[in-house]
C-alpha cells in the first residue's frame, strides 16, 4: 500500500491531526482494530501484543523509533505532522491490550542503551481496554532539518532476524516494515544532516496568576505576639485593647493558655518563646502568605518549533517565592506562634501543611537567591504551538517592594542537544493585595 493513502478496508483515518490526546489515539485504535495489518505504514506500525519485560520487545520499539527519527523531514510531514506511532497490543477485530503497569520512565532506560544519548524525545500514551489491560502508544517525534543520523548503538539477536538489531546499523521505516537502509536513503539522510541545523526558537512566556504585593505583615505578628504576652501574663480572658487598630477581633480561645503553671515554670517558658521572636515571625509570615495569598504558574509557546527535553530558568528580580499552601491548612498557631502549645497526646506532633508532595521527574522547582526568585522548567517538551502550563499551586509569587507596579522577570532556555541558549525577558505588573489585618481576618478568623 502507498505511503500516503490508508486502507481501504475500513475507516479512513484523519491523518492531518497530532496523534496526542485521548480522542486521537482512541482513533488510531479503532482504525487498527477495523483493518489489522493493513493500517501499516511509514508513519504507523502495529504490534498485536509484547511481553513488555522482554529484551525482545525492547528491541521491536527500539527499532521503530530508531526507523522513525531516520525518516526525510518533507515525506514525514505528509501524515501526522511528521509524528509517528506504533500501536501495542491491538489486531484485526479485537484490542487485548498488554497488562497494566508499564513505566514510561522505566521502558526509557531500557530503551536508552539502544538509542544513544543524542537520540530526541519521545512520548508514550495509553488507553484503557479492561480492568488490567491497556493498548500501549509509543510516539516518535517528527524529523527535522539538520538532525544527524540516528544509527543503533546496541545488538540484539533474535530468532527471527527480522527482529534482530546490529550496534552501528541504520534503520528506516519502509511502506509497512523496517529495514536497514540503502546506499540512496544513507545519503538522503547525510543531506538531511547538511540541513542548516534547527531553527530558532521563538517562545511566547507568560506568568500566570498575580505578583503579589502586601505591606505591614511583620507589623501585624508582631502586634498578635504582644496581646499574647499581654494575655498570658494576665492568665485572664483577652480585653479588646492593644488590636483596636488591626480592624478585627480575634476568638478568646486562640489565646487561650494551656493550663495552670508555677510562676517559675511560666516565666520560663515566657522566656524560651521571647528568644525565638525572629523565627516565630519568619515561620509565621510565611504560612500565614502561603495559605493567604494565591498562586501563580508559567505558560510558554513554543511557536514553530519542537523544543526536546528543555530547561528553562526563570529570574523573578526583587521577588520572593514562597510554598503555596491548601487554604483549608490555615492554622492560626502556625501563624501566631502559642507561648505554650498544647499537644494531643494521641496525635503525633507533624504538620502536614507543610509536607508539599513533589513526584518524581516534577517538572518545576523553586527557590529564592538572595534579592531575586527563581523557577525552573524542566518539561518532557515544549510542542509546536501547543501551550505548555504549570499548575498554579506549586509556589506565591510575592514582590519585595510593596510599593513596585511591576516586576522584570527574565529566562534563560537550553535545548538538549543544541548549543544554543534563547533567553527574553518580560515585565509583569503587581497587584496590591489590599491591608493585612483584613487579609489575616479573612483566613484565620472567619473558618467554620
Known amino acids: 500500500m502507498p505511503d500516503d493513502q490508508v486502507s481501504s478496508l475500513g475507516p479512513a483515518l484523519d491523518t492531518d491531526v497530532i496523534p496526542l490526546g485521548e480522542r486521537t489515539l482512541r482513533s488510531i485504535l479503532d482504525h487498527v482494530i477495523a483493518v489489522g495489518d493493513e493500517a501499516e505504514t511509514t508513519y504507523l506500525e502495529v504490534k498485536s501484543t509484547l511481553d513488555m519485560s522482554s529484551k525482545a520487545a525492547v528491541a521491536k520499539i527500539a527499532k521503530f523509533l530508531l526507523s522513525s527519527a531516520n525518516r526525510r523531514p518533507s515525506e514525514a510531514t505528509r501524515h501526522f505532522h511528521g509524528y509517528a506511532v506504533l500501536v501495542i497490543g491491538a489486531q484485526k477485530d479485537s484490542a487485548v491490550g498488554v497488562p497494566r503497569g508499564v513505566e514510561a520512565h522505566e521502558l526509557e532506560d531500557r530503551l536508552r542503551p539502544y538509542l544513544g544519548p543524542q537520540f530526541p524525545a519521545f512520548e508514550f500514551g495509553r488507553l484503557s481496554v479492561g480492568s488490567e489491560s491497556e493498548v500501549l502508544f509509543v510516539i516518535a517525534q517528527p524529523p527535522k532539518d539538520g538532525q544527524s543520523i540516528f544509527p543503533c548503538h546496541k545488538s540484539f539477536e533474535s530468532g527471527d532476524r527480522r527482529d534482530s538489531l546490529q550496534d552501528g546499523a541504520i534503520y528506516v521505516r519502509g511502506t509497512s516494515n523496517t529495514r536497514p537502509a540503502r546506499s540512496g536513503e544513507v545519503l538522503a539522510l547525510v543531506e538531511r544532516a547538511r540541513g542548516g541545523g534547527k531553527p530558532p526558537i521563538k517562545?511566547?512566556?507568560?506568568?500566570?496568576?498575580?505578583?503579589?504585593?502586601?505591606?505591614?505583615?511583620?507589623?501585624?505578628?508582631?502586634?498578635?505576639?504582644?496581646?499574647?504576652?499581654?494575655?498570658?501574663?494576665?492568665?485572664?480572658?483577652?480585653?479588646?485593647?492593644?488590636?483596636?487598630?488591626?480592624?478585627?477581633?480575634?476568638?478568646?480561645?486562640?489565646?487561650?493558655?494551656?493550663?495552670?503553671?508555677?510562676?517559675?515554670?511560666?516565666?520560663?517558658?515566657?522566656?524560651?518563646?521571647?528568644?525565638?521572636?525572629?523565627?516565630?515571625?519568619?515561620?509565621?509570615?510565611?504560612?500565614?502568605?502561603?495559605?493567604g495569598l494565591p498562586g501563580a504558574g508559567i505558560r510558554v509557546v513554543s511557536h514553530g518549533r519542537f523544543v526536546a527535553k528543555p530547561q528553562m530558568v526563570l529570574t523573578f528580580h526583587g521577588c520572593e517565592l514562597l510554598d503555596h499552601l491548601d487554604p483549608d491548612d490555615a492554622d492560626f498557631k502556625e501563624a501566631v506562634e502559642p507561648v505554650l502549645r498544647t499537644h494531643d497526646p494521641f496525635q503525633p506532633n507533624i504538620d502536614y501543611s507543610v509536607l508539599r508532595s513533589v513526584s518524581r521527574g516534577y517538572p518545576v522547582a523553586w527557590s529564592n537567591h538572595g534579592e531575586n526568585a527563581e523557577v525552573v522548567l524542566t518539561p518532557e517538551s515544549f510542542r509546536p504551538n501547543v501551550p505548555w502550563t504549570s499548575d498554579q499551586d506549586d509556589y506565591v509569587i510575592l514582590s519585595r517592594n510593596p510599593h513596585a507596579n511591576a516586576v522584570e522577570v527574565s529566562w534563560v532556555l537550553t535545548e538538549d542537544g543544541n548549543d544554543a541558549v534563547t533567553s527574553g525577558e518580560l515585565r509583569v505588573p503587581t497587584r496590591e493585595i489590599g491591608d493585612v489585618a483584613d487579609l489575616f481576618k479573612s483566613v484565620f478568623l472567619s473558618k467554620g
Not at 499581654?230 to 480585653?239: C, I, L
Open 203 to 291: 517562545l511566547e512566556v507568560e506568568v500566570l496568576g498575580p505578583v503579589c504585593r502586601v505591606d505591614h505583615v511583620e507589623e501585624l505578628l508582631e502586634t498578635l505576639r504582644d496581646y499574647q504576652e499581654e494575655q498570658f501574663g494576665k492568665q485572664s480572658q483577652p480585653t479588646k485593647d492593644r488590636l483596636g487598630s488591626t480592624s478585627f477581633w480575634p476568638a478568646s480561645s486562640v489565646f487561650a493558655s494551656p493550663g495552670p503553671l508555677s510562676a517559675q515554670e511560666r516565666e520560663k517558658a515566657l522566656v524560651a518563646w521571647q528568644s525565638r521572636k525572629a523565627e516565630h515571625i519568619a515561620k509565621g509570615r510565611e504560612h500565614f502568605l502561603g495559605v
